[in-house]
């Protein structure tokens, strides 16, 4: 199969690594996930991989405490998910190490660019955890941000749902999807596809994002190749 792209962020929600369970790590989900991301690594893409840490923590979700430590908690809830993914993946036979934003040596790299690179071109995956490090940035931002680093050639958001929507389709039948929209109708119409810092950030590095449903069969591999898929926003 030929590839449209040579290397990718894969954005991945928290939330879809805990399943039906809602909370922690489904490790049936979790081996489904690696046996996509293998299929597309085979391929030859150079891969990066940013995980939210919706499973454990969200920062929004602290109402009464301090909004700088509510998101480091957060971050920290990345590197739990992060963790779990690189030892399914180096267990499938996949190459993978994990950077962090946030120094943490004793269990992972802290996150160098050019190092990132290195990896990349030596043919591991680098999942790049804790976001961009700062309190008050999403981790939608911090995969925006990293993307544009490693001149990544699209940005992939893997969700729960099929694409962008004009409403919340589960609580409104008639949410109409779209299947391709500019960076501009993206902010100017306020869609949750993902929030405006990152979209603005993509925008000026001219990153496409291709937002799509990760349960569906062989999803990734369709991304990277070009195929029609969920929305792609450019």
Not at 25 to 47: A, F, N
Not at 130 to 143: H, R, V, Y
Request: hydrophobic residues 45%.
């Amino acid at each position: 199969m030929a590839v449209k792209y040579k290397r990718a962020i894969i954005k991945l929600s928290g939330e879809a690594l805990a399943g039906e369970k809602g909370f922690g790590i489904d490790e049936t989900v979790v081996s489904y996930v690696v046996g996509q991301i293998k299929k597309v690594y085979e391929l030859g893409v150079e891969i990066g991989i940013i995980i939210g840490g919706g499973n454990f923590w969200r920062g929004r979700q602290a109402l009464k405490m301090e909004r700088s430590a509510a998101d480091h908690m957060g971050m920290l809830a990345t590197v739990m998910n992060s963790l779990a993914l690189q030892d399914a993946l180096e267990s499938a036979g996949v190459p993978c190490r994990v950077q962090t934003a946030l120094t943490i040596t004793r269990i992972a790299e802290p996150y160098i660019l050019r190092k990132a690179m290195r990896h990349l071109e030596k043919g591991r995956i680098v999942i790049f955890a804790c976001g961009t490090g700062n309190p008050f940035f999403s981790t939608d931002t911090g995969a925006a941000l990293r993307a544009a680093e490693i001149n990544a050639d699209v940005l992939m958001l893997a969700k729960n749902v099929d694409g962008v929507y004009d409403s919340d389709p589960k609580k409104n039948p008639d949410a109409k999807k779209y299947d391709e929209l500019t960076y501009m109708q993206v902010v100017q119409q306020g869609l949750q596809a993902m929030d405006a810092t990152a979209i603005t950030l993509c925008m000026e590095n001219k990153i496409p994002i291709i937002a799509f449903a990760l349960k569906e069969e062989d999803s990734l591999l369709k991304a990277v190749s070009g195929e029609k898929i969920g929305t792609l926003i450019h």
